[in-house]
Each structure stands twice: as structure tokens, then as C-alpha cells.
């Protein structure tokens, strides 16, 4: 007879129990579990995980985590799958750029792999995951943690308690599926990439950790939000390039102070970044911070008092070979084509965008408008579904609101009147404006096409109104948007959030849709009509690089979104971007 442990019997009664996730989807990871990790040296959880796709969730049904590491051979029960053998993949990855049996894959996939950290009594240890889609489950050492959603925000978990001294074995369950409540849901126009696709690292703290640091530029001065977990009773800060210090006492873990300060304002032509420094209780962060005012009045749009016109482009990301895996020279690549095209401004449509996208931005002087993926039909009656919203709005938010580059936090895209929607997207602006009051709030709105009219009950609870419009692409008649352009009235500044025509350079058409010269010649007649509209206060057409996405089969397309103005290599420019960059040179001149 085998020795068996009580897995065995589990495996046997998971056969028949269809509840089996429900204990492990608390979504208890989530904004208010994050810590501050900026200035901190965090040891790097990256390189080979063993890994293993899981379409049946058998991992969760017969607890692969509760496995004992040992070797194979050694088992005495026949496990559907290892976790301490067998295949690897590098961490972070998407996993459809890494096998061509995954391409199409959504599910459940588990990463494994071993860490020893001898944590020092009094100190505390903190995983953070820079993103996983969509869901991903924690496990150590047998252990389940906690779970978060959200497919392109950080997340936490505290690791102090369940760290052994010896080998410990962690264990990420990653979900991709698209589902019905999820944001975005079940239909995008980008590819459903699935994995560990950023940075996974571990961070020791003392007993005090610094969760959150927040500072903006008012009327008043520099206000200064702090939250931290612990024994301390205050907190120092730092603004050497100011000549600042400051000590902030603590009620509740919150400190919130307002400096009197002046200091140089950070803006496209002078990004000037002061460095921050927090202490409190023996933990300590360090930020680069840049100050400036932005606001909009009547139809203007305001960067430290002077008006001004938004030359974006819209980006996604997107790699033809690495999918939604990107680096430092991929984002400086992109926003050094953005800065070719004459940009000051980028969409980082139409989710989360890796953070080191807004402090390249903040370096470099770019303007960003970052968003969450409440994209087209989202479950809007459905409350888990807006719970998960709110809380990607909080978690981007909090990761990203000391970054001046960011001016607009866009709450969706696309999405139809309802009223449901429209409760639910309001409730999003609202929270973008209580987590954040220095920026402006956005969203692609709608305009009625048999009206021919700008017309969206949401442009009242937001700051800029979004809009895309495909008017000589999807909508035949460039002609109807001079009819929108002269019908609408907005009390509010609009952006031109989209608007772009497909043209494939290599199997493309000499001329008419699809064709390099069509695409050109509809950038020329959108700006015609565009430049005349007073309210138009910026514009981010779609796109700048073509990307991958499933429901594109056209025999141009081949799985690719061609509206980019450089093909999917990220080398060859279509014809379309010089007119593009013709254009933003004038703007430059004349804002
Ligand atoms: C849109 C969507 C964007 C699509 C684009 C298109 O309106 O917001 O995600 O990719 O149109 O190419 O149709």
C-alpha cells in the first residue's frame, strides 16, 4: 500500500465540486494592500519559473500548491502535475510570444519557484508583482495569500508570516480568461495576452512601512499626503532642491501637510524634478517629483496658467515579438517616434501602461493621458464589477500621482448611455477626482450619428470630453464631421482621443481602403476639418505602431490593428505620419 495523503481523497471529491474557486477569490490584494516602493532596493523575483498551463483549473481543484517539494520519483500519488519539475519560462513574459500551442490560450497557468530570505527578526517582507492578467492567485509554501484582479495594475502581499527560513516555494496562479464581469470583458480591440508580464520583486521593511506618498502643487503651496502602517508617530520629509523639511505627525497612519513653497514648474519645455525624500520608523522612500499646475477653463486647457494644444498620439502595449512585455528601450523608442511626430502629449490607451512609461514621460518633458479599461459594453449593473473599476482607477492612481507628466486620468472608452453606465462611470470620476484633485478627468465619449452631434450625459461630470471618430473610415462621410464639428457646442475643452484609418504596407492596395495612400489622404482631410474647430484642445489619432489583436482577420489585417502610422516593426513609417507631423509643426508654433 502507498503512503497517501488527504490530497488524494481531495482529488477524488474535486471531481464533483464546481465551488472549488470561490475560497480563493477574495480579492484581498488589492489598492489598499500596496506599498510605496519607489527609492527602495527590492531583491528580483525574475528569471525561470516552472510553469505549466492549466485550461481545467485541475491546480486549483486538486491544490497542486499543497504539494510537498519533493522530487518526482519520490511521489506516492499520481499527481496530475508537478510544480517543482518540469518546463520553465522566463519571468516576466507573456505566454502566447513563448509557444505556439499557447498563442490562443486562456486559462489558468501556474508559476513556481523557489527563494530563501532570512528575514531578520522586527522586519517585515512584501511581494509585489508588477502585473499579472487578469487574476493571479498567491501561494507560499502551501499557503494561500490572497488573489487580485486587474490585469495591468501592482499589487502587494505581505509575505512576514508565512516566510520560512529555509527554502520557501512561491506559487502565482495567473487567469486570463475574459469574462463577462471582468474589465475590460469579454470583446477588446487588443490581443487578451496572459502571464507575469512585469517585474516580480520582494521588499524587506522595519515594523513601520511606508504604504503612500503624494505630493501636488495647489494655490496654496505643496501639499503632502502620507499614509504608513506601524508604530511610528511621525515622518520626516525632504525637498533638498527646495531647502524643505518638514515633520509630519501621525493620526491613524495619515499625515497631511501644506508646504509653502515656489518651486520651479515642471512643463514639456523644462521638466524640472525636485528629489523627495520620507522617513519614518527606520523605513525610508525617495521619489523625483515634478510641480505644475493643470486645469481647464471654459473650453481651455491650462498647463501652469497658459493655454495650450495637445499634440498627442495614441500608443498601446504591444510588441510584435514580445507581446505586452516591454522594457525601457521599447518605451523610449516609442516616445522618441512620438517626440519625431512633433507629440507633447500620448494616450496610453487603453489600460495601464508599464510605470516606468510616466517616469520616461516626466523625464523627457511628454504629456500622458492614462486610463483603466472600462472599454465598449462592461457589466455596469453588475456591483463586483464595479468594485474591481474602482479599485484599478485607485490602484493606477496611487502608483502613478506623483508623476507630473500625467495630466488626465481617463475613466473609459466607448461605452453606451445607459443610465447604469453612466451612475457607474460618474461614481469612477469621482474617485479619480478624491484620490487625485490635481488632474483632470477624461473619457472617449459618444456622439450621436444621426444627429451628427457631440452628445454624451457623461461630458457633464468630466473634465475634457474624449472623443473618437472614424468620419471617412467606419462613418463614409468626412463631410458629417464638419456637421459635428458645427452642431456641437461643448461648455468644456474636447480632445480628438481617436480617429484613424487602416493601411498595411506590405499587402496593402495601391489606392482606396487599406491602401498607404488612402490613409494619408484621410489624416489630411481630418485635419482640415479639425483644425478649424475652436474647442478641438488636442488631439491623439489612432495609433502609432500597429498591433496584435484576435478579431482582425481581413486579408490586409492578418491579426494585426493596421491604423498605426509605423507598421508593427516599429521601423517602417507609413506616408501618413509626415502629413501628421506637418500639422503638430505648425500647432507648435501656433498653440
Ligand atoms: C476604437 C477603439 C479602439 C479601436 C479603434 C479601431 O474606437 O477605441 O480600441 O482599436 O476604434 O481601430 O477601430
Redesign the pocket.
Known amino acids: 500500500m502507498l503512503e497517501r495523503s488527504d490530497l488524494a481523497g481531495n482529488a477524488l471529491s474535486a471531481l464533483h465540486d464546481e465551488d472549488y474557486d470561490r475560497p480563493y477569490n477574495l480579492q484581498n490584494l488589492n489598492a489598499e494592500t500596496l506599498i510605496f516602493t519607489s527609492g527602495r532596493n527590492g531583491r528580483s523575483l525574475d528569471g525561470d519559473w516552472n510553469f505549466c498551463v492549466d485550461l481545467l483549473d485541475t491546480g486549483l481543484r486538486q491544490k497542486w500548491f499543497a504539494l510537498a517539494p519533493v522530487a518526482s520519483s519520490e511521489r506516492t500519488e499520481p499527481w496530475d502535475y508537478d510544480p517543482f519539475d518540469g518546463d520553465t519560462v522566463p519571468v516576466p513574459s507573456c505566454w502566447q510570444m513563448l509557444n505556439e500551442r499557447w498563442y490562443f490560450f486562456e486559462g489558468s497557468a501556474w508559476y513556481t519557484r523557489s527563494f530563501s530570505h532570512d528575514l531578520p527578526p522586527e522586519k517585515r517582507l512584501f511581494l509585489r508583482v508588477g502585473a499579472a492578467q487578469y487574476d493571479c492567485k498567491v501561494f507560499l509554501n502551501g499557503q494561500f495569500l490572497g488573489n487580485h484582479y486587474g490585469g495591468s495594475t501592482p499589487f502587494c502581499v505581505e509575505l512576514t508570516e508565512a516566510v520560512g527560513s529555509g527554502e520557501n516555494w512561491l506559487m502565482l496562479c495567473v487567469n486570463n480568461r475574459r469574462t463577462r464581469d471582468r474589465l475590460p470583458m469579454r470583446n477588446?480591440?487588443?490581443f487578451n495576452y496572459g502571464g507575469v508580464y512585469r517585474e516580480v520583486e520582494l521588499f524587506e521593511t522595519p515594523q513601520t512601512v511606508i504604504r503612500d506618498l503624494f505630493l501636488y502643487l495647489h494655490d496654496d503651496g505643496i501639499h503632502v499626503e502620507a499614509t504608513i502602517d506601524g508604530p511610528a508617530t511621525e515622518a520626516h520629509l525632504a525637498i533638498p532642491g527646495l531647502g524643505l523639511t518638514a515633520t509630519l505627525d501621525l493620526s491613524k497612519g495619515r499625515a497631511r501637510t501644506v508646504l509653502q513653497a515656489h518651486p520651479d514648474l515642471w512643463s514639456p519645455e523644462s521638466p524640472v524634478l525636485y528629489d523627495v525624500t520620507l522617513s519614518a520608523g527606520g523605513d525610508s522612500v525617495s521619489d523625483k517629483v515634478g510641480f505644475r499646475r493643470i486645469e481647464r477653463r471654459g473650453t481651455s486647457i491650462l498647463l501652469n496658467g497658459q493655454p495650450i494644444f495637445l499634440r498627442g498620439i495614441s500608443v498601446h502595449e504591444d510588441d510584435e515579438l514580445q507581446g505586452k512585455l516591454t522594457s525601457e528601450e521599447d518605451i523610449r523608442r516609442r516616445f522618441a517616434h512620438a517626440r519625431e511626430l512633433g507629440c507633447n502629449f500620448l494616450r496610453l490607451?487603453?489600460y495601464p501602461h508599464h510605470e516606468m512609461a510616466a517616469r520616461i514621460a516626466d523625464e523627457m518633458g511628454l504629456m500622458l493621458w492614462e486610463e483603466i479599461p472600462v472599454?465598449?459594453a462592461i457589466d455596469f449593473a453588475n456591483p463586483a464589477t464595479r468594485h474591481d473599476a474602482e479599485n484599478q482607477l485607485s490602484e493606477l492612481i496611487r502608483r502613478d500621482r506623483n508623476r507630473a507628466s500625467v495630466i488626465i486620468w481617463s475613466v473609459g472608452?466607448?461605452n453606451p448611455d445607459t443610465d447604469e453606465r453612466l451612475d457607474f462611470m460618474k461614481g469612477l470620476a469621482d474617485r479619480a477626482r478624491a484620490e487625485d484633485p490635481s488632474r483632470l478627468t477624461s473619457a472617449?465619449c459618444l456622439i450621436n450619428h444621426h444627429d451628427l452631434v457631440i452628445e454624451d450625459r457623461l461630458a457633464a461630470y468630466i473634465d475634457v470630453i474624449g472623443i473618437?471618430e472614424?468620419y471617412g473610415w467606419?462613418e463614409e462621410n468626412f463631410s458629417d464631421l464638419e456637421a459635428v464639428g458645427a452642431n456641437s457646442h461643448p461648455d468644456r475643452p474636447v480632445v480628438i482621443?481617436?480617429t484613424?484609418a487602416?493601411a498595411d504596407h506590405i499587402a496593402g492596395p495601391d489606392t482606396g481602403l487599406f491602401s498607404l495612400a488612402y490613409q494619408a489622404d484621410y489624416y489630411r482631410r481630418q485635419i482640415e476639418i479639425l483644425r478649424k474647430l475652436d474647442y478641438v484642445k488636442g488631439m491623439t489619432p489612432?495609433?502609432l505602431y500597429d498591433f496584435r489583436?484576435e478579431r482582425r482577420q481581413g486579408i490586409y489585417q492578418r491579426g494585426f490593428?493596421r491604423?498605426g502610422l509605423i507598421a508593427a516593426d516599429k521601423k517602417t513609417r507609413k506616408p501618413a505620419f509626415d502629413i501628421l507631423a506637418a500639422y503638430y509643426a505648425e500647432r507648435a508654433e501656433k498653440p
Open positions: 477588446t480591440d487588443w490607451a487603453h472599454y465598449w472608452n466607448e472617449a473618437n472614424y467606419y482621443s481617436e484613424g487602416d489612432w495609433i489583436v490593428n491604423k
